[in-house]
């Protein structure tokens, strides 16, 4: 038995490299026996630095002053951590973006057609400032080799129409007024188109590179398409509607035949009914999505309302009031899917195919310059410049729609989220679908409940009120 088995001394460095942890025992009569052999082991591990004699001693008598004489993974050794850094961040100088509602101070009730986001501004207004990244701080642990402090990453903004960006002090602010977007990482601020009646037969389609402002009805048949956000004042008819911002619709949308209602933002309704919509972020609904497909990045946001019939699609799941009905109507809810992954990706691969096509010939064309002889001419040795140069850009161009893609992904996990609280009833015939596993409500469940993908199968577990 050698000698650290002896008084019962174990040394070992810790997963991290950060920290050297001894086990032992500590008696008046073995103290110096420790000390010795703790040292001898600090020389085996190769410990950079190691504490000297009276140091260890004086270790030890502190840690048996604090601990007692058995000590457990008692730190000996520590390196230095990395210090973290400060990502960048943008402050918005507005309530531009906030999600939530106005709520009635009187009655505390929340006012689904109101949202609490103040979007018009005036030309001038300051929109948000650009707080710079703080670098981290490299570490060092007990071998005394280097622990690279992660790096820092800056706030991405990037200035759209409308929109100046003043570089000394990191600020953006309004050219023109109009109503502020924020979306794909860049501000802009639309200016505003304004139909004083209903969008159809008398006034024509609009089709406007701001924001629309719609005073009455989107009547049948007819078409609204913005860069910005929409907002139509009473109801939206078998009609369809694109929107590059969010879709405010203060009465309903009906839908029928081929006609959609599509918003890169999110969509706040009264109602849906028989209608196709699909969203980037949140569809909110105040009373009822009937026979309907809704398809959102975000989640369905209807705490009071019905979903009766349709398919329903929603990254982040959901808040309902009631799914299905009495008449035992098929209600198929879809939560933690992502239906435009696979297109937005597909979109940046084909984009980075082509690139690394272009990037392809470019080498080709450099090397077959190259080739030929040991001197260039200046006009020869100018084109093949101008070549690295566009090869450069090209790879630059690679690398920021790879990010994209990264990006993507991160964030459509991100916002995965398997299930739907429902605060009222489900009736028979509800189908919940969350991952490969599948639920079809064969009775009444009343809540509130949470349905959540657990352990690999669904489940429905009751909410507590209060």
């Known amino acids: 038995m050698d000698e650290t088995a002896k008084v019962g001394l174990s040394v070992r460095v810790s997963a ?266 949140d569809v909110v609904v105040e009373r009822e999505v009937v026979h309907s497909n809704v398809k959102t990045r975000g989640a369905l946001v209807m705490p009071k309302g019905r979903l009766i019939g349709g398919e329903t699609v929603a990254l982040h799941g959901g808040v309902i009031g009631q799914i299905s009905s009495p008449a035992l109507v098929a209600t198929t809810f879809v939560a933690g899917e992502d239906f435009r992954l696979s297109a937005m990706l597909e979109e940046k691969g084909k984009a980075v195919a082509q690139l690394n096509g272009e990037l392809a010939q470019l080498e080709n064309g450099t090397k077959t310059i190259l080739g030929r002889v040991a001197t260039l001419p200046p006009e020869a040795q100018a084109k093949l410049d101008e070549m690295q140069k566009q090869s450069d850009s090209l790879k630059n161009q690679i690398e920021g729609l790879n990010g994209e893609i990264q990006e993507i992904r991160q964030t459509s996990e991100e916002a995965t989220r398997y299930a739907v609280e429902v605060r009222g009833m489900i009736y028979p015939e509800a189908i919940f679908c969350m991952g490969r596993e599948r639920l079809r409500v064969q009775k009444e469940i009343p809540g509130p409940v949470r349905v959540c993908l657990l352990d690999d199968r669904i489940q429905v577990i009751p909410i507590e009120k209060g």
């Open 16 to 281: 991290d490299s950060l920290s050297v942890v001894v086990d032992c025992v500590v008696t008046e009569a073995n103290v110096g026996q420790l000390v010795e052999l703790l040292s001898s082991e600090l020389v085996v591990l190769k410990v950079v630095s190691p504490p000297d004699r009276d140091r260890l001693i004086s270790w030890l008598v502190g840690q048996v002053s604090e601990h007692g004489p058995v000590l457990k993974e008692a730190v000996v050794v520590k390196g230095v951590a990395p210090v973290a850094p400060v990502d960048g961040l943008i402050e918005w100088a507005g309530s531009f973006f906030d999600s939530g509602f106005v709520i009635d101070e009187t009655t505390g009730v929340i006012d689904y057609r109101q949202r609490a986001a103040q979007h018009s501004v005036q030309p001038g207004q300051l929109l948000a400032k650009i707080k710079l990244p703080v670098p981290g701080v490299d570490g060092q642990d007990v071998f005394g080799r280097r622990i690279r402090a992660p790096l820092a990453k800056a706030a991405l903004i990037r200035t759209g129409e409308n929109v100046r960006k003043e570089e000394a002090e990191g600020s953006l602010y309004a050219v023109a007024g109009g109503r502020v977007r924020w979306g794909g990482n860049t501000l802009s601020v639309d200016k505003v188109c304004v139909v004083e009646g209903s969008v159809g037969m008398e006034s024509g389609n609009v089709d406007h590179p701001g924001a629309v402002e719609v005073m009455q009805d989107v009547l049948e048949d007819a078409s609204v398409k913005a860069k910005g956000d929409v907002e139509v004042r009473q109801v939206v008819e078998h009609a369809d509607i694109e929107t590059g911002g969010t879709l405010t619709v203060r009465g309903g949308i009906s839908g029928g035949g081929t006609h959609k209602v599509a918003a890169a933002g999110s969509v706040h309704a009264r109602y849906i009914l028989d209608a196709h919509v699909e969203a980037g972020q």
